[in-house]
């Protein structure tokens, strides 16, 4: 029997569609122990009670919001955490930061694709829970993380900076900026007059719009950040590497900028690089 039946998942949403949705593409994939409810004192009540593997809730929930909801679970003497999943509408960053920061595992804004859902748990599960992994991790710190699990810490810890360094999360330039960050983190040549002639249009064709439209949500996201973002952490990975004069940097420069700074603070990732010939 697959490790999936024995994981138990619970789907916490006001939205009966969510959780339908969600329900059937676990099934579909393998999960069997699913419950659901809109109840989030049941929903804690149950946490408390049994093992619960996964929490799958929306930041909007009656009775108590999903900070309350979460600051609940962070207090109760439980053996086990259970891994915490935010779906939510709401893209405002203090809110993002403040579930992250409470001990959300990951957050993903709707509407969303209930198939990349899934993927996120399964790469998100420890190594002897995840069915796809192998079941012995006596070798596991000497064994290299497999391509799949690079890319996806990789698009973590992307996340993570550009989400510190402020860039705001509902708009576009953010997933373009992200985009072009870990191209740039997979091929360093990019960032030597290649963000024009590369990094923009392939971006483009990956969300289906212009380069020029890519570059101006760019300029717009990096303008936005420098205007309402925290100093001392623009100044911590910026410094003194940005024109005076402008006092922002080119959309080059913090691209390349925070490229190789992940770059040089994670070298397991120049396993990603792509070596382009011309």
Not at 196 to 207: C, G, R
Not at 231 to 260: C, H, M, V, W
Request: hydrophobic share 40%.
């Amino acid at each position: 029997m697959s490790e999936k039946h024995n994981l138990k998942i619970l789907i916490l949403d006001e939205q009966d569609s969510f959780k339908n949705m969600c329900k059937e593409t676990l099934l579909a994939s393998g999960y069997r122990n699913i419950e659901t409810t809109d109840d989030p004192i049941l929903a804690l009540e149950q946490i408390k009670r049994e093992m619960v593997d996964v929490v799958i809730f929306d930041v909007i929930i009656s009775k108590i919001d999903g900070l309350e909801f979460m600051r609940r679970i962070s207090l109760m003497n439980l053996s086990k955490k259970p891994m915490l999943i935010v779906c939510s509408a709401i893209s405002i960053d203090s809110v993002i930061s403040q579930m992250i920061a409470l001990g959300a595992d990951y957050y993903m804004i709707k509407p969303l694709s209930y198939d990349v859902l899934v993927e996120r748990i399964n790469m998100l599960l420890p190594k002897d829970e995840n069915p796809d992994n192998e079941k012995n991790r006596i070798f596991s710190k000497q064994v290299p993380l497999s391509k799949e699990d690079l890319e996806f810490e990789l698009e973590k810890k992307v996340t993570a900076v550009i989400s510190e360094i402020g860039i705001p999360a509902h708009i576009k330039g953010y997933n373009y900026l992200r985009a072009a960050i870990i191209m740039a983190i997979k091929n360093p040549e990019t960032t030597s007059g290649g963000v024009t002639k590369i990094i923009y249009p392939t971006i483009a064709k990956m969300f289906n719009t212009s380069a020029s439209r890519v570059e101006r949500a760019i300029r717009h996201a990096i303008e936005s950040t420098w205007n309402r973002g925290n100093i001392e952490t623009l100044d911590r990975f910026f410094g003194y590497t940005i024109d005076e004069n402008r006092g922002k940097p080119t959309n080059s420069q913090f691209i390349a900028i925070i490229a190789e700074t992940i770059r040089l603070g994670n070298k397991e990732f120049k396993n990603l690089s792509n070596n382009r010939t011309a």
